[in-house]
């Protein structure tokens, strides 16, 4: 974990009402035949992993902690392994994170590297 903390991004001071409502947002587009047919694709944005359509989370591209909205530009399907290593990081951290954590090894993000 010592690792991630290199990566640790700032986040806003969200009002709580703006909080809920990018939630709420969320929530809504989760419903969407939208979503549903970029779930349907059954890959994850992040590592591009073959996930069945039911495991596959919604994950801000840009976080709601810095500054992204829940719209359908700023959501991908992710992994769950994705979406939690992520966490509020932007898409150039990400990509930084995930290099680190390769250091070469192909399979060290989802933990089957050596």
Known sequence: MAKNRSFAPFAYDLEATDLA??????R???TSQW??????????HWCG????????T?????PIARGGKSTKGN???SCKSCNTKKKQMLPMEWEAFVRAMRGGDE????????
């Open 35 to 44: 979503w549903k047919r970029q779930c349907a694709k059954g890959v994850c």
């Open 58 to 62: 919604m994950d801000h591209v840009v």
């Open 21 to 26: 409502a990018e939630k709420r947002k969320a």
């Open 28 to 30: 809504e587009l989760r």
């Open 49 to 56: 992993s073959a996930t069945p359509a039911k495991a596959l």
């Open 75 to 77: 959501v991908v399907p």
């Open 107 to 114: 399979g060290a993000l989802d933990g089957q590297g050596s």
